[in-house]
């Protein structure tokens, strides 16, 4: 089979599966969206499929398993953006987004036409190319995602994989973002982003995967996913549907009444380092 096919992805954590069993197939080009509740485990679902944890089970593209190429291949098929926007140099912006052409040029050789052609193109598209010169770490937060959406795209693999893109970005911006994306798949390719905007999700996605601790308890359109029961359920929250330029969307309108109805039950959240722990309202 073609495309995107994940067959019993799981990864352990200590004694616990932060993803257990996911399977899904996406055989043709469409944008998919992967959404949850914090902890639910997309980003490492995410980095799992891009081959960057170790994780039993496979994930394969085009008939070729992801995490068996080699990197140099791997990085031609496939573009992974984290939830972290960290460079570690002191680069200028275009320079960031021409690091993503270093598969495509061969040792010890500089950037080529089609180098160049491309990080002008990436850029352009995400409005960072009147700023292309200036140092990435003098950027606001908005500013250096889209730089990093920018490098992804100048990486032109045929599947992008984005944990939380439209994080920090201003609406104008995350709709752009989201119309590149469908163009993206428009043109043929693959792209799997994870989402906490469950209206920019809804809207969107021609696919919703839908995980819950470490389970996937949902896959399909946004409108057999986003059921106000399973919302309430999963997320515990009340959404509206609506209907916008032609397209499904939901609107979260508050917290689902059995979820606001409970009172309030102190659990201690781990923080990083021992000994440390917080207290907050645990929510059935």
Same mark, same amino acid.
């Given at each position: 089979m073609s495309g995107l096919v994940c067959d019993r992805i799981t990864v352990p954590r200590g004694d616990r599966l932060t993803v257990?069993?996911?399977?899904?197939?996406?055989?043709?080009?469409?944008?998919?969206?992967?959404?949850?509740?914090? &902890?639910?485990?997309?980003?490492?679902?995410m980095r799992a499929v891009a081959g960057l944890l170790p994780a039993? &089970?496979?994930?394969?593209?085009?008939?070729?398993?992801?995490?068996?190429?080699?990197?140099?291949?791997? %990085?031609? %098929?496939? %573009?992974?953006?984290?939830?972290?926007? @960290?460079v570690h140099w002191p680069l200028a912006c275009r320079e960031v987004v021409m690091l %993503?052409?270093?598969?495509?040029?061969?040792a010890f050789a500089g950037p080529s036409a089609a180098d160049r052609r491309a990080v002008a193109e990436a850029l352009a598209a995400m409005s960072v190319d009147g700023f292309a010169d200036r140092a990435f770490d @003098?950027?606001?937060?908005?500013?250096?995602?889209?730089v990093l959406i920018a490098r992804m795209l100048a990486q032109d693999p045929d599947l992008l994989i984005a944990d939380e893109p439209a994080s920090g970005l201003d609406p104008a911006h995350q709709i752009a973002l989201m119309q590149v994306f469908r163009d993206i798949v428009a043109?043929?390719?693959?792209?799997?982003?994870?989402?906490?905007?469950?209206?920019?999700a809804s809207r969107w996605c021609d696919r919703l995967l839908l995980m819950d601790q470490g389970r996937l308890v949902a896959?399909?359109?946004?409108?057999?996913?986003? @059921?106000?029961?399973?919302?309430?359920?999963?997320? &515990?929250?009340?959404?509206?549907?609506?209907?916008? &330029?032609?397209?499904?969307?939901?609107?979260?309108?508050?917290?689902?009444p059995s979820a606001s109805a409970q009172t309030s039950e102190v659990m201690p959240i781990e923080e990083e380092g021992e000994g440390n722990e917080r207290c907050l309202p645990r929510i059935a």
């Open positions: 257990d069993s996911v399977s899904f197939a996406a055989p043709r080009p469409q944008l998919i969206g992967l959404i949850g509740p914090n &902890g639910a485990g997309k980003s490492t679902l039993s &089970g496979t994930a394969v593209w085009n008939g070729e398993d992801l995490t068996a190429m080699s990197p140099a291949r791997r %990085a031609r %098929a496939l %573009a992974f953006m984290p939830q972290e926007r @960290t %993503a052409r270093l598969p495509y040029q061969g @003098t950027l606001s937060g908005g500013e250096q995602a889209r043109g043929g390719r693959s792209v799997l982003v994870s989402l906490h905007d469950l209206s920019l896959d399909g359109t946004p409108e057999e996913v986003m @059921t106000a029961d399973r919302m309430a359920r999963v997320y &515990g929250i009340a959404v509206r549907p609506l209907t916008i &330029g032609g397209s499904f969307a939901v609107v979260p309108e508050g917290l689902a």
